[in-house]
């Protein structure tokens, strides 16, 4: 099976468009191509042979694998590891979607996922600070919508929560 292809010019203005401009923004709070794939895990390559590895095993209509395996798993400790998934996918050069039709600017891909890990792991810890933190990083890429957002729920939250660092702040 041949390797999915995506166009980058076509991925950004469907991006822009309702309803994947509204569903980024409230769901991912993000609107830029490089945002959505700072998420992109791995290619169809990779899943392949993840696919392969687990034999013939398959989930059909009549035959529900994927939906028992979930409900077996639902309030268990043990979850998928993403990080070791990405770090293999990574490590076997397959943590890039195959594109083409203009050049994407991969820094700010990872630079993106970076920020993000650092905010989402402090939205448990300090979701005021996080929350500002997030309306900051969307200023700096413009994203004025994204920005107002975030920062209007760190305004909100100051009302219940006096303890946020001020240099954030």
Do not use: C
């Not at 630079?111 to 905010?119: D, G, K, P, T, V």
């Not at 969307?138 to 209007?152: D, G, M, N, T, Y």
Request: cysteine-free; aromatic content about 6%.
């Amino acid at each position: 099976m041949a390797p999915i292809r995506y166009e980058v010019p076509r991925l950004r203005l469907r991006i822009a468009e309702e309803p994947y401009k509204s569903a980024l923004l409230n769901v991912m709070r993000m609107s830029s191509l490089e945002g959505l794939l700072g998420h992109y895990l791995a290619d169809s390559a990779f899943t392949q042979t993840i696919a392969r590895s687990e034999g013939a095993r398959r989930n059909t209509d009549d035959h529900t694998e994927a939906e028992f395996a979930f409900a077996r798993s639902s309030g268990s400790s043990e979850s998928l590891d993403l990080r070791a998934l990405m770090e293999l996918a990574h490590a076997r050069q397959q943590d890039r979607p195959s594109l083409s039709g203009e050049p994407l600017d991969w820094e700010q891909v990872a630079a993106h996922l970076r920020a993000r890990e650092y905010i989402e792991r402090l939205r448990s810890l300090q979701p005021t600070e996080a929350a500002a933190l997030d309306g900051l990083w969307h200023l700096q890429r413009h994203e004025s919508p994204e920005a107002a957002a975030a920062l209007e729920s760190a305004f909100r939250r100051l009302h219940d929560d006096p303890w946020p660092s001020h240099q954030i702040m």
